[in-house]
């Protein structure tokens, strides 16, 4: 009888230990839920709900001179990934993307951005970047992985895969999929490697920061983003 009773509780610290342990399993979880609640902007008249998406537009009827950011207002993000549908459509070669481990800052204009970004350019061979915003510029071109040494030189090498013919156009709907651990930052594009950056330099590394979605300054356009969900790690 009291070897029964030793396996039952052994089974049963099995199964605790089990459930807890799926608990403990960061998940995914969306930070969109339909509306703009839980995301902020200095001028939210920019940003509107559209096709089910954040959507912010340019127009002949109001035109902007400066860079818009939607800040999502769950705190800073450090280790994490982020899974998101994007577009950004116009009949001219513009740029946006999304800001993450950043900051909101005052400087030449109030309620501007710096820090790392996903960068996006229609009409350009390199497409989609991790990039710099006020501080290095380009860290990764598409196709690239970039090693940032202690003092701060870069060492460059080649994704094979994603140099080359284009697989993805930036008017249509696709999957971004950003991996942020420690120094390492990954981005993928539908399922596939673009770009790759390890980050050792300590005077320009960030570690923790807000994520905010850009409407840059430029002619007419509209971005939109979806599908937005976050696993912190």
């Known amino acids: 009888m009291r070897y029964v009773l030793s396996c039952l509780s052994l089974l049963m610290l099995i199964v605790v230990g089990t459930v807890h342990a799926e608990e403990a399993t960061p998940k995914f979880e969306s930070i969109f839920d339909g509306t703009l609640n839980g995301w ?7 940003w509107s709900i559209e096709d089910e998406a ?3 537009k340019i127009t002949e009827n109001k035109p902007t001179s400066r860079n818009h950011y939607l800040v999502w ?14 577009r950004i459509m116009s009949k001219d070669n513009v740029n946006g993307g999304f800001q993450f481990r950043s900051e909101m ?10 820090g790392y970004q996903v960068d996006n350019n ?22 690239q992985k970039t090693v940032f040494n202690e003092k701060g030189e870069r060492k460059e090498s080649v ?21 942020c651990v420690g120094n390492h930052l990954t ?24 994520l905010a979605l850009q ?10 983003f979806k599908d937005i969900m976050l696993k912190k790690l």
């Open 54 to 56: 954040i959507t912010a």
């Open 187 to 210: 981005l993928k594009v539908d399922g596939k490697l673009v770009a790759e950056v390890i980050d050792n330099d300590p005077e320009q590394q960030d570690f923790s920061g807000i």
């Open 215 to 224: 409407l840059h300054s430029g002619p007419p356009m509209v971005v939109q």
């Open 122 to 143: 229609l009409g350009t061979d390199w497409l989609v970047r991790l990039y710099d915003e006020f501080g290095r510029h380009t860290l990764a071109w598409r196709g």
């Open 105 to 114: 800052f005052d400087g030449e204009i109030p309620d501007d951005c710096r």
């Open 159 to 179: 994704i094979d895969e994603a140099k080359g013919k284009l697989h993805f156009d930036l008017q249509q709907w696709h999957e971004y999929h950003l991996i």
């Open 40 to 46: 902020e902007a200095a001028d939210m008249s920019f």
């Open 73 to 86: 207002q769950g705190g800073k993000l450090g280790d994490f990934e982020l899974k998101m549908k994007h």
